[in-house]
């Protein structure tokens, strides 16, 4: 079973410019989840996706969005980028919704985005 | 997921020894804690997981072990080997469901 991809796997942009990353979630996997990893910050909650409605977000600003399709793929957009968005940008699926019951979440191996 | 942190806890045991690696964690209301590993250049890989009405839960050569009263969480790898070496994160799910993450600490294992 293939796991969790992510395209692309490393990304350079500006400030001020846009961005969208994409995430395969497993097949069967309806949840997709992703998080931002940086030095100072470590791994931090952006948002969660089941059956294309957002079920939960973390506290970043408005400008990092989402969204999920009807096969549960997913893509996130950062617009206006900032320096301090530099970072690896980390999606994971889980079968059900994240925060309903214990179950495992599965980790691509990221997006890692330089911003300039 | 490449290496993360500038200042990471570091961790050092000799390969055929028990690791210990010690969180702590914030939020008495979490429910829900999970042990992560990360290698270079790879996402978190699920290691271990516990309930909070749990306070020891076995795995293959892993022990996770959860103390309330003082909010600490712990992850005993037994006969560490070279494989071990990597980046682990503890994660606790609060009451909004979300999971916060522990900075990580660096496990370097010697031959």
């Known amino acids: 079973k293939a796991g969790v991809t992510q395209t692309p796997r490393y990304l350079i942009k500006t400030r001020g410019q846009q961005v969208t990353l994409s995430c395969s979630p497993i097949?069967?996997?309806?949840?997709v989840s992703w998080y931002q990893q940086t030095p100072g910050q470590g791994l931090q909650f952006l948002f969660e996706y089941f059956s294309e409605t957002q079920r939960n977000k973390g506290n970043f600003p408005g400008r990092f969005s989402g969204r999920q399709f009807s096969n549960s793929r997913s893509e996130m957009n950062v617009s206006t980028l900032e320096l301090g968005d530099s970072a690896l940008y980390l999606c994971?699926?889980?079968?059900?919704?994240w925060g309903q019951g214990a179950h495992e979440q599965f980790f691509g191996p990221g997006t890692r985005l330089t911003v300039l | 997921g490449e290496s993360v942190g500038l200042h990471l806890p570091t961790l050092s045991v000799q390969e055929g020894d028990n690791s210990i690696i010690n969180c702590a964690y914030s939020n008495s209301a979490s429910d829900y804690f999970i042990w992560y590993k990360q290698e270079s250049g790879k996402g978190p890989q699920f290691i271990i997981d516990i309930r909070s009405n749990m306070d020891k839960r076995q795995g293959q050569r892993v022990t996770v072990l959860l103390n309330k009263t003082v909010k600490h969480l712990s992850l005993q790898i037994a006969a560490t080997q070279p494989g071990d070496s990597a980046v682990y994160f503890c994660?606790?799910?609060?009451?909004?469901?979300?999971?916060?993450f522990g900075s990580g600490t660096q496990l370097t294992v010697l031959p």
């Open positions: 097949s069967g996997h309806r949840s």
């Open positions: 994971a699926s889980s079968l059900v919704v």
């Open positions: 994660a606790e799910r609060g009451s909004a469901r979300q999971l916060t």
